[in-house]
């Protein structure tokens, strides 16, 4: 007899206001998935584990929550042995009737741990704590530059293309990214300083391109773009050196703080003026590594660990 899971309410709740959680550890849990921005739904179905002839449930499990974006459902659980017990002999039977389903037996320790592996939590508890909002969560940057890619990809159509990141707060933007351009793609970076004291946002070139641009279609690969004075200097820079085009992707902008009327053919997310960090962008060399983009709190900011550090 085939056996089939029964969608429950539809649709499942999906916000704190609406679900009805049976146990606060629920609602924590989805707090924190709220926070990184990880789109859940709670109880969305039901898997029968026994039927009898007449196709009546006899048992059933309904996991507490399905993880949309990792196509996974998660049972939490509380250390009481009886109730581990018995929930693992349901997770058995579930997998074995339903073998294409994920799902996974959480215990609270653990909630950070799986968001990291999968990619979504922030590495070490410090910078979790120094963490204010997640406003890009890694789905939603991971969906965005797969969008950029295929655009960039229709737009340089039969060309091929040099990438220029300037480093370091590329870094990660330039790794996706780059695998979602289906084109022949050569990559450079370099690294450039703001002139001590100078407004103008004159640059210095610390360590140039190794590639020669003259005649090139290259595009320029940057974190942010904030005031545009940086870039500017820049482009008027690599323009001397005649390149066949000169573009800029730019995975955020702070449209809000520009000084110079710059022309930013492709950009990821537009942000509001306030100082952010992660996938790649840093507070005196910290957070670059978080999968997200996020605003930091004050304290934080205010005795970062390199007080000295030049940028
Ligand atoms: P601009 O010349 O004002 O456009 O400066 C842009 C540069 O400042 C970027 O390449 C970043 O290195 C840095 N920057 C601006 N805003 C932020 C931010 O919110 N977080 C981290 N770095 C930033
Ligand atoms: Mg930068």
Known sequence: MSIRPLEARSPAPSTIDDARFAHPSEEEFARLLDFYGVRWQYEPRTFPLRQDDDGRVLEAFSPDFYLTDLDLYIELTTLKQGLVTEKHRKLRALRALYPDVQIKLLHKKDYLSLLSKYGIGAVNEQEQMAVREVLISASQIERRVGELGAEITRDYRGKELLLVGVLKG??????????????PVSIDFMTISSYEGDRSGAVRIEQDLTENIAGRDMLVVEDI??????????????????????????????????????????????????????????????????????????????RGPRESAAE
């Open 170 to 183: 590329v870094t990660c933007f330039m790794a996706d990214l780059m695998r979602h351009i289906a084109l």
């Open 225 to 302: 773009v904030d005031t545009g004075m940086t870039l500017n200097h820049l482009l008027m820079q690599l323009q001397a050196r005649q390149p066949a085009s000169l573009r800029v992707c730019t995975l955020l902008d702070k449209r809000a703080r520009r000084l110079v009327d710059l022309p930013v053919d492709y950009v990821g997310f537009q942000i509001p003026d306030e100082f952010v960090v992660g996938y790649g962008l840093d507070y005196r060399q910290r957070f670059r590594n978080l999968p997200f983009i996020a605003t930091v709190r004050a304290e934080a900011l205010a």
